[in-house]
């Protein structure tokens, strides 16, 4: 019991610190750290999986304020995970885009609208600069430019912002899951009722057939 008790606080600890990196990160959900999210990010720096300068968007500054936060010492960003620049905003060639919904797909915050076989656009204002829609565009129409409304903003200026729009994409997600699965589970349902109801019709047509007396 004692060891279960000392296993639970040292979660929730490891819990806490964590949500207390991921409130300095900027919330671009890039994977560009090596994570699938800034919080799976932050909770590697927590339990020692990962360093504090593996996030380009955050820069120097991120890597200040994170070790100011653990007390470790400042190192350079590490090259392997990107170099840093300034705030980014994606732009679509309207005029190639196919309609292919790829970007869409990908981008954390949905700062992309359209529809299939029809054009897209990114809402400037929404985009978070990951470029995680560069490479899932297959005619090459996206190109990221210098976000000129945030000239010298902090690395985490917008970050509550995108956290709250990558979490309500991450709910719509959820939801239109669910509602495919409960749609697959009543097609399944029906169509096991439809099969049952036809072999239950074909046994009492048969006893039907036996019940009639011979001519």
């Given at each position: 019991?004692?060891?279960?008790a000392?296993?639970?606080?040292?979660a929730?600890?490891a819990s806490?610190?964590?949500?207390r990196?991921?409130?300095l990160?900027?919330?671009?959900?890039?994977?560009?750290?090596?994570y699938?999210?800034c919080?799976?990010y932050?909770e590697?720096?927590?339990?020692g999986d990962a360093?504090i300068?593996?996030?380009?968007?955050?820069?120097a500054q991120?890597?200040r304020?994170?070790a100011a936060?653990?007390?470790?010492?400042?190192?350079?960003?590490?090259?392997a995970?990107?170099?840093?620049?300034p705030a980014e905003i994606?732009?679509?060639?309207?005029?190639?885009?196919?309609?292919?919904?790829?970007?869409?797909?990908?981008?954390?915050?949905?700062?992309?609208?359209?529809?299939?076989?029809?054009?897209?656009t990114v809402?400037?204002?929404?985009?978070n600069?990951c470029?995680?829609?560069?490479?899932?565009c297959?005619?090459?129409?996206?190109?990221?430019?210098?976000?000129?409304?945030?000239?010298?903003a902090?690395?985490?200026?917008?970050?509550?912002h995108?956290?709250r729009r990558?979490?309500a994409?991450?709910?719509?997600?959820?939801?239109?899951r669910?509602?495919?699965?409960?749609?697959?589970?009543a097609?399944?349902?029906?169509?096991?009722?439809?099969?049952?109801?036809?072999?239950?019709?074909a046994?009492?047509?048969?006893?039907?057939?036996?019940?009639?007396?011979?001519?």
């Amino acid at each position: 019991m004692a060891g279960q008790a000392a296993q639970t606080v040292t979660a929730t600890v490891a819990s806490e610190l964590a949500l207390r990196i991921d409130a300095l990160l900027p919330q671009t959900q890039c994977t560009r750290c090596g994570y699938p999210a800034c919080l799976a990010y932050a909770e590697a720096i927590a339990s020692g999986d990962a360093d504090i300068n593996q996030c380009p968007p955050g820069g120097a500054q991120g890597i200040r304020e994170l070790a100011a936060a653990l007390g470790r010492d400042e190192k350079p960003l590490n090259p392997a995970n990107g170099v840093e620049k300034p705030a980014e905003i994606a732009v679509i060639d309207e005029e190639a885009c196919i309609g292919c919904t790829k970007c869409i797909q990908v981008c954390p915050v949905d700062a992309i609208v359209g529809a299939n076989k029809l054009m897209h656009t990114v809402l400037g204002e929404e985009c978070n600069g990951c470029e995680l829609c560069v490479p899932a565009c297959p005619v090459d129409c996206i190109a990221m430019i210098v976000d000129a409304a945030r000239p010298g903003a902090p690395h985490n200026a917008r970050a509550s912002h995108y956290r709250r729009r990558y979490e309500a994409r991450n709910a719509r997600l959820a939801r239109e899951r669910d509602e495919r699965e409960a749609m697959i589970a009543a097609r399944k349902a029906e169509v096991r009722d439809t099969t049952r109801n036809a072999v239950l019709d074909a046994i009492a047509r048969a006893r039907a057939k036996r019940a009639r007396p011979n001519p």
